[in-house]
Nanobody, 116 residues
Framework: QVQLVESGGGSVQAGGFLRLSCAAS????????MAWFRQAPGKEREGVAC???????NVADSVKGRFTISKDKANNTLYLQMNSLEPEDTAMYYC???????????WGQGTQVTVS
């Protein structure tokens, strides 16, 4: 059973920072792609950043230079460091994992980020 459990969300003021974590279990962590998505109320879900098995990352233009995705293979944990947060970053953030960086089979329950 694959499980992805996010944590680290919260409420911060604009300009602040948060680090999201996604603990993965029951999954061949180091051979596939993992990603962060977000969905704001009334908006479609959008990809934020992804990292493949080689450590290659892609970050959405809207957060480039402010957000960094990384993973700790030893602890099977995915991270999203979010700096210089803006109100527009307010959303539910989801961790996802899959066999490639296009289709994601597994999703976490999400963690809320609110920037005021």
């Amino acid at each position: 059973q694959v499980q992805l459990v996010e944590s680290g969300g919260g409420s911060v003021q604009a300009g602040g920072f948060l680090r999201l974590s996604c603990a993965a279990s029951g999954y061949t962590y180091n051979r596939n792609c993992m990603a962060w998505f977000r969905q704001a109320p009334g908006k479609e879900r959008e990809g934020v950043a992804c990292i493949d098995s080689d450590g290659t990352t892609n970050v959405a233009d809207s957060v480039k230079g402010r957000f960094t995705i990384s993973k700790d293979k030893a602890n099977n944990t995915l991270y999203l460091q979010m700096n210089s947060l803006e109100p527009e970053d307010t959303a539910m953030y989801y961790c996802a994992a899959g066999g490639n960086c296009i289709n994601f089979e597994y999703w976490g329950q999400g963690t809320q980020v609110t920037v005021s």
